[in-house]
């Protein structure tokens, strides 16, 4: 069997299993399976597979037929150009996110030295990135996943980045230290909705989900605590649901003595983000 007519075959497979992405997914654990770029992929086609290569790629394949994520099959995700190990035990980085960490990074543009939290970090997505794209930013990520700190911790190594890994139940697990700046993509959907999820969403740490009746549960804990952990002058970027923007918008301003606050739209429209500066 040729490359070209085993993703034709794994393209069909993808699609009648209800794949929402069956092309892409076929393609990525091609490219990973055969070591091979998009390019390579192309120009080697009609080149024949072997039993062993055939045997990797058809056990990616009959996993992404199940509906576990490819990231978990493949073990790696890609998050603002990094190339980030994932598991089971962490959510998978999505482009939503990488609206927050680009604000995050705007919002640190121009300074020397800035210590940086990375909230709920999973698998160190957002606090990674904003280290490696702003000198001088002294991270710390804080989860309360045992499992999930360990994804990180593989990550930081990986990327040759100097952090400090905190355990605890949001800011249980800093203790009095303040920050510049927070970023946090906290669990944020109700939990009635969390039945009704993708099947590959539902193979995700439920924690890194759950956000109480109505999803906005953390968010009126970090309202409340938040204050207690940020420098004069310091930032906190908040990753919000569809829709949820300006209830949580509202809580963080009944919730903190702030000068400045707002909110930033992603690629598709949608208040991703919400912002305060405080005075």
């Known amino acids: 069997m040729t490359i070209s007519e085993w993703l034709a075959t794994a ?38 597979l072997t039993s062993r290569q055939l045997e990797h790629l058809n056990d990616a394949l009959e996993r992404r037929e199940g509906g576990e994520p490819v990231q978990y099959i493949l073990r ?17 980085p999505r482009q939503d996110t990488e609206t927050l960490a680009e604000a ?36 710390t990520l804080a989860d309360a996943s045992a499992g999930a700190l360990e994804v990180a911790r593989k990550n930081a190594k990986e990327l040759n980045v100097d952090a400090e890994f905190r355990k605890g139940d949001l800011f249980q697990a800093t203790g009095v230290e303040r920050f510049d700046l927070i970023a946090c993509n906290p669990p944020y959907i109700p939990t009635g ?33 938040a204050g207690a952990h940020l420098n ?8 919000v649901g569809a829709g949820q923007a300006q209830d949580v ?5 009944s919730g903190l003595s702030f000068a400045d606050a707002g909110t930033v739209k992603d690629l598709n429209g949608i208040e991703r983000v919400v912002w305060l500066r405080m005075n």
């Open 249 to 253: 918008l509202a809580l963080m301003r």
């Open 11 to 48: 393209i069909d497979a993808l699609r009648a299993s209800e794949c929402p992405d069956p092309e892409i997914d076929a393609r990525w654990i091609a490219e990973d399976v055969l070591e091979m770029t998009a390019p390579e992929l192309r120009f080697e086609a009609q080149h024949q």
């Open 104 to 139: 995050a990074i705007v919002a640190l543009q121009g300074k020397k030295r800035a210590r940086v939290l990375d909230l709920c970090a999973g698998s160190g997505a957002i606090g990674l990135s904003i280290a490696t794209l702003v000198p001088g930013a002294e991270l």
């Open 193 to 225: 909705e969390l039945p009704t999820l993708q099947r590959e969403v539902r193979r995700e740490p439920e924690m890194a989900l759950d956000g109480g009746p109505d999803g906005l549960a953390f968010y009126r804990r970090i309202a409340a605590e």
């Open 76 to 92: 790696r995700a890609d998050f603002m150009g990094l190339k980030l190990y994932i598991d089971e035990r962490a959510l998978i």
């Open 232 to 239: 004069p002058g310091g930032s906190i970027y908040l990753e």
